[in-house]
């Protein structure tokens, strides 16, 4: 079955830690996503990426970083986490028009 | 540039009442619209598309929204509401064209409450 996953579900991890956030997609879709949400607010669009080895930054600044490597996944890095990044981080992909979220990973940073 | 406007962050109906969750638009050019579902603790689904065919566009769950242009409004409604319909609802737009037309922006979202 088609679909888009990501891993870890939740995330709590101390201040300057490294951390991969994982999406991947079975899809086949060119054009995914990343987005930040904090509780009960609006999706921001943090990076998103049209193709192999072509990433771009969002809507709204971020310390993180991505990569496109592979067609099928598109992980976030953190090099250092900071209490200011807890929130929750959704993958997409787009198909056709729509765009296709997965389940999210939520990170607490203490 | 293009924006989305959700009148009201939250909304509380009874069951079995009619479901309305507002969403206004601003687009330059001809949008897509669509109505994302997000229950708590996880990502987003979509509930229902406009891509320029049909204005009234029918959903899951038994939503529909039509598409006015004339009022640039894109309204979600649902005729009697159940309690599993409680959850966070998005709207969103993108451009039918252009480079940027595939990234989404999205309304800060309707809270909708359903009491029995």
């Known amino acids: 079955e088609a679909d888009i996953y990501q891993t870890p579900r939740y995330l709590v991890i101390g201040t300057g830690k490294k951390i991969t956030l994982e999406c991947s997609q079975t899809?086949?879709?060119?054009?995914m996503y990343w987005y930040q949400q904090d509780p009960g607010m609006e999706l921001h669009l943090i990076h998103y990426?049209?193709?192999?080895?072509?990433?771009e930054k969002g809507d709204l600044s971020s310390e993180s970083t991505v990569s496109r490597i592979r067609t099928e996944h598109f992980p976030l890095t953190l090099e250092s986490a900071r209490p200011s990044h807890t929130s929750q981080y959704l993958c997409?992909?787009?198909?056709?028009?729509?765009?296709?979220f997965g389940p999210g990973t939520r990170l607490t940073v203490l | 540039a293009q924006s989305v406007t959700q009148l009201g962050s939250h909304v509380s109906v009874s069951e079995g009442a009619l479901v309305l969750l507002r969403c206004n638009y601003s687009s330059s050019v001809p949008p897509y619209l669509f109505w994302y579902v997000q229950y708590p603790n996880q990502g987003l689904q979509l509930l229902l598309k406009y891509t320029s065919a049909a204005t009234l566009v029918k959903g899951i769950n038994g939503f529909e929204a039509e598409f006015k242009k004339s009022e640039t409004s894109f309204h979600l409604t649902k005729p009697s509401a159940h309690m599993s319909d409680a959850a966070e609802y998005f709207c969103a737009v993108s451009r039918n064209s252009g480079g940027s037309n595939y990234k989404l922006t999205f309304g800060k979202g309707t809270l909708l409450t359903v009491n029995p």
């Open positions: 899809m086949g879709h060119d054009k």
């Open positions: 997409a992909s787009r198909g056709y028009h729509e765009q296709f």
């Open positions: 990426s049209y193709g192999v080895n072509s990433t």
